[in-house]
């Protein structure tokens, strides 16, 4: 078993009179390091073991980030059960699941906007500074209120809960010049304890397998943690990133020659100017208040604030160019601010409650956001002619952007949320969850193309789970809940879409092993939903810039996901995700979003040799994709792309000196598999070749 607990034992011999009576000694060993958590309160605020929420959850805990060298959140999500990403350039990466993007993202389990360039959850986000990530697929309107059927991306911050002084730094080494340095002090202020702060930072620079693009990225993450009382602990913190990176593109690169033929560009090719740069920071502040009563009872209250900033210039090239000359490009540039402000507060209560001969839970809550993004563009003059692209090296005058910005776009989202949870234990094996929210959801936007759109939404969300534990290991769930997502896609005439809606249906089997060390789960999902945005592919908005959309009614997803994950023993962890989904038009035919691989396969696991071989670490794993396809825009209209399937390979190795020094490489796409990373919107990119890290490890104390 993963973990051994040694038990007391009481020895009596009879026949001896004199009788010795030692005090009660309890040794309890502490687990290995592990691939899962022992709960989750991603999906209705209770604290849940894995095997108790019923919704298809996956827990990637900062054990397997550091055995991956899983650095940044798009690591992360495209080794997670049931997730893939396209981009729509180097830096706007859109993630999906089960057919539909995931825009739902919290921090510590309070809804945040996404990230500022995508709609999805920040791509370029480090990794360094959370405890773990959670993704809860499916819907999550009752924590998350406004939000699509994909799932919620929960980071769970590092917290100061060390008493004793802590610090280990790690550097590493990898391909196109890749350098990262980043440490971690965690340390009592006080000679209680009950202070306590902790400090993260990363600084990281390095090229890459496209031509012109560099990035230079730096974090810093800072938390206090003080005991107020026996009760009650106060948690203030602040995060910083920054990422700069230079030699961005800003869509795809032409895919067709004039004659209709695809060009067969090099991996490396990349359609960027030698000057763009696409700079974006992110800062929060938050407060936590959390005290517990004697009766069991917590009430917990979180504020917070987000910023994002973006500072951008771009060029971009459309058109198909002859075979022979070249020409045939139009160029666009662009340059641009953005600026993201985020206010949230969530307050909750949660505890037991004993009624009809039994004890249950209970939450409530009440949280409240305001968003805003301004937007200002930079007008320029006329471009030079590209000139022959077949030669394109990047070089391109830098063209004669305005000195002052044009406001293109003001937009505030209003959201405020009530909702209360119940676990009901019916019975010893039978376990009820309810829940509802009542979300009012308020979106006022000027666009300087579409014009003044505000849109108001009061919706009730109701949600409801059944487990059922067959034995002590395995259980049977049930759920189902509501989906309510206001889009801010538009028809070509300019107009929004009207909000998505519709259900979510999941039932499953959950196995809970070795006391909670391995958690396996299959789940078989069934969403329905109106008023889906479907990219209407050749069709832009009045700007000439941006992509429009179409709404499909009667669409539907169905599908199953497995996952084992966590420990097999005290030496070997592992991670096993299979998944499937096939969405679908009206009237359930139509395939919808061919870009999307309908089956995907994460595997990855790590084990250290016993014996006289016992300080070396040796892992490795697969990432499989079923082959997909996607409409490309060509010189007579759209033509298909076919993606064969692609099969992924990695590998890890650790050695340990001692209790303070390691040493690991890791090695991805180890069979150097050249694929396309397919989207919706005509967008094709290259993903990287084969990539190595070395990394050295040192725990100061």
């Given at each position: 078993?993963?973990?051994?607990?040694?038990?007391?034992?009481?020895?009596?011999?009879?026949?001896k009179?004199?009788?010795t009576?030692?005090?009660?000694?309890?040794?309890?060993?502490?687990?290995?390091?592990?691939?899962t958590a022992?709960?989750?309160?991603a999906?209705?605020?209770?604290?849940?073991?894995?095997?108790?929420?019923?919704?298809?959850?996956?827990?990637?805990?900062?054990?397997?980030?550091?055995?991956?060298?899983?650095?940044n959140?798009?690591?992360?999500?495209?080794?997670?059960?049931?997730?893939?990403?396209?981009?729509?350039?180097?830096?706007?990466?859109?993630?999906?699941?089960?057919g539909?993007?995931?825009?739902?993202?919290?921090?510590?389990?309070v809804p945040?906007?996404?990230?500022?360039?995508?709609?999805?959850?920040?791509?370029?986000?480090?990794?360094?500074?959370y405890?773990?990530?959670?993704?809860?697929?499916?819907?999550s309107?009752?924590?998350s209120?406004?939000?699509?059927?994909?799932a919620?991306?929960?980071?769970?911050?590092?917290?100061?809960?060390?008493?004793?002084?802590?610090?280990d730094?790690?550097?590493?080494?990898?391909?196109w010049n890749?350098?990262r340095?980043?440490?971690?002090?965690?340390?009592?202020?006080?000679?209680?304890?009950?202070?306590?702060?902790?400090?993260?930072?990363?600084?990281?620079?390095?090229?890459?397998?496209?031509?012109?693009?560099?990035?230079?990225?730096n974090?810093?993450?800072?938390?206090?943690?003080?005991?107020?009382?026996e009760n009650?602990?106060?948690?203030?913190?602040?995060?910083?990133?920054?990422?700069?990176?230079?030699g961005?593109?800003?869509?795809?690169?032409?895919?067709?020659?004039?004659?209709?033929?695809?060009?067969?560009?090099?991996?490396?090719?990349?359609?960027?100017?030698?000057w763009?740069?696409?700079?974006q920071?992110?800062?929060?502040?938050?407060?936590?208040l959390?005290?517990?009563?004697?009766?069991?009872?917590?009430?917990?209250?979180m504020?917070?604030h987000?910023?994002?900033?973006?500072?951008?210039?771009?060029?971009?090239?459309?058109?198909?160019?002859?075979?022979?000359?070249?020409?045939?490009?139009?160029?666009?540039?662009?340059?641009?601010?953005?600026h993201?402000?985020?206010?949230?507060?969530?307050?909750?209560?949660?505890?037991?409650?004993?009624?009809?001969?039994?004890?249950?839970?209970?939450?409530v809550?009440?949280?409240?956001?305001?968003?805003s993004?301004?937007?200002?563009?930079?007008?320029?003059g006329?471009?030079?002619?590209?000139?022959?692209?077949?030669?394109?090296?990047?070089?391109?005058?830098?063209?004669?952007?305005a000195?002052?910005?044009?406001?293109?776009?003001?937009?505030?989202?209003?959201?405020?949320?009530?909702?209360?949870?119940?676990?009901?234990?019916l019975a010893?094996?039978?376990?009820l969850v309810?829940?509802?929210?009542r979300?009012?959801?308020?979106?006022?936007?000027?666009d300087?193309?579409?014009?003044?759109?505000?849109?108001?939404?009061?919706?009730?969300?109701p949600y409801?789970?059944?487990?059922?534990?067959?034995?002590?290991?395995?259980?049977?769930?049930?759920?189902?809940?509501?989906?309510?997502?206001?889009?801010?896609?538009?028809?070509?005439?300019?107009?929004?879409?009207?909000?998505?809606?519709?259900?979510?249906?999941e039932v499953?089997?959950?196995?809970?092993?070795?006391?909670g060390?391995?958690?396996?789960?299959?789940?078989f999902?069934?969403?329905?939903?109106?008023s889906?945005?479907?990219?209407?592919?050749?069709?832009?908005?009045?700007?000439?810039?941006?992509?429009?959309?179409?709404?499909?009614?009667?669409?539907?997803?169905?599908?199953?996901?497995?996952?084992?994950s966590?420990?097999?023993?005290?030496?070997?962890?592992?991670?096993?995700?299979?998944?499937?989904?096939?969405?679908?038009?009206?009237?359930?035919?139509?395939e919808?979003?061919?870009?999307?691989?309908?089956?995907?396969?994460?595997?990855?696991?790590?084990?250290?040799?016993?014996?006289?071989?016992?300080?070396?670490?040796?892992?490795?794993?697969?990432?499989?994709?079923?082959?997909?396809?996607?409409?490309?825009?060509?010189?007579?209209?759209?033509q298909?792309?076919?993606?064969?399937?692609?099969?992924?390979?990695?590998?890890?190795a650790?050695?340990?000196?001692?209790?303070?020094?390691?040493?690991?490489?890791?090695?991805?796409?180890?069979?150097?598999?050249?694929?396309?990373?397919?989207?919706?919107?005509?967008?094709?990119?290259?993903?990287?070749?084969?990539?190595?890290?070395?990394?050295?490890?040192?725990?100061f104390f």
């Amino acid at each position: 078993m993963p973990a051994a607990y040694a038990q007391d034992a009481t020895h009596s011999d009879s026949t001896k009179k004199d009788t010795t009576t030692l005090d009660a000694v309890s040794v309890q060993g502490q687990r290995a390091p592990t691939y899962t958590a022992d709960e989750s309160s991603a999906a209705t605020r209770l604290p849940l073991t894995p095997q108790d929420t019923p919704q298809s959850l996956s827990i990637i805990t900062e054990q397997r980030i550091e055995d991956q060298h899983l650095t940044n959140v798009r690591a992360v999500l495209d080794n997670t059960t049931g997730v893939s990403s396209s981009q729509y350039d180097t830096e706007r990466v859109v993630f999906w699941s089960r057919g539909f993007q995931i825009e739902n993202v919290a921090n510590d389990g309070v809804p945040v906007a996404p990230g500022l360039n995508a709609g999805s959850a920040d791509a370029t986000l480090d990794t360094a500074i959370y405890d773990r990530i959670e993704v809860l697929r499916g819907a999550s309107g009752l924590l998350s209120g406004a939000g699509s059927p994909a799932a919620l991306i929960n980071f769970v911050r590092k917290h100061a809960d060390s008493k004793t002084l802590q610090a280990d730094a790690t550097v590493s080494y990898g391909s196109w010049n890749t350098k990262r340095a980043e440490f971690d002090i965690s340390s009592p202020l006080n000679a209680s304890g009950s202070v306590r702060g902790r400090v993260v930072g990363v600084h990281e620079d390095g090229d890459s397998y496209l031509d012109r693009y560099s990035n230079t990225k730096n974090v810093f993450y800072a938390v206090l943690d003080a005991d107020l009382g026996e009760n009650t602990v106060l948690s203030v913190g602040y995060d910083y990133q920054k990422s700069k990176p230079d030699g961005v593109t800003w869509g795809t690169f032409p895919a067709f020659y004039d004659d209709g033929t695809q060009i067969r560009w090099p991996r490396s090719f990349s359609s960027a100017a030698n000057w763009t740069f696409w700079n974006q920071t992110t800062q929060t502040a938050f407060a936590d208040l959390k005290h517990t009563f004697d009766n069991g009872w917590q009430v917990h209250a979180m504020a917070s604030h987000r910023q994002t900033d973006g500072d951008d210039a771009l060029f971009y090239v459309y058109g198909f160019p002859n075979r022979d000359s070249g020409e045939g490009i139009t160029p666009y540039a662009y340059r641009s601010r953005q600026h993201g402000r985020q206010n949230m507060l969530d307050v909750y209560a949660s505890g037991p409650f004993e009624a009809f001969g039994r004890e249950h839970d209970l939450v409530v809550c009440a949280s409240g956001s305001h968003y805003s993004n301004d937007a200002y563009e930079y007008p320029h003059g006329d471009l030079p002619d590209v000139g022959n692209f077949l030669d394109w090296t990047g070089q391109y005058a830098y063209p004669d952007f305005a000195a002052t910005a044009d406001r293109a776009s003001l937009v505030r989202v209003e959201q405020k949320g009530l909702y209360a949870a119940a676990r009901f234990s019916l019975a010893d094996p039978l376990k009820l969850v309810v829940g509802a929210r009542r979300t009012s959801w308020m979106n006022d936007t000027n666009d300087a193309s579409a014009g003044l759109y505000h849109q108001k939404q009061d919706k009730t969300i109701p949600y409801a789970g059944l487990i059922y534990d067959i034995t002590p290991t395995y259980s049977a769930f049930a759920s189902y809940t509501q989906i309510f997502d206001p889009q801010d896609n538009r028809r070509a005439d300019g107009s929004f879409l009207d909000p998505m809606v519709g259900s979510s249906r999941e039932v499953g089997i959950k196995g809970r092993h070795f006391g909670g060390a391995l958690n396996t789960s299959l789940t078989f999902f069934d969403t329905r939903l109106s008023s889906v945005a479907e990219a209407d592919v050749g069709q832009l908005l009045p700007d000439g810039i941006t992509q429009a959309y179409n709404s499909v009614d009667g669409t539907r997803s169905r599908g199953y996901e497995f996952e084992a994950s966590g420990a097999f023993s005290d030496d070997w962890n592992g991670t096993l995700g299979w998944s499937h989904f096939n969405v679908k038009g009206p009237d359930h035919t139509g395939e919808l979003r061919p870009a999307l691989p309908r089956t995907l396969v994460r595997l990855f696991t790590t084990y250290r040799l016993p014996g006289a071989l016992n300080k070396l670490t040796i892992g490795g794993g697969t990432n499989w994709q079923a082959a997909s396809h996607t409409p490309v825009d060509g010189p007579n209209g759209p033509q298909r792309v076919d993606q064969s399937s692609v099969f992924l390979v990695t590998a890890m190795a650790r050695y340990a000196f001692d209790d303070r020094a390691s040493v690991q490489l890791n090695g991805d796409n180890l069979l150097n598999r050249k694929y396309f990373v397919l989207d919706e919107y005509s967008n094709l990119y290259y993903a990287p070749p084969s990539t190595y890290t070395v990394s050295f490890n040192y725990r100061f104390f």
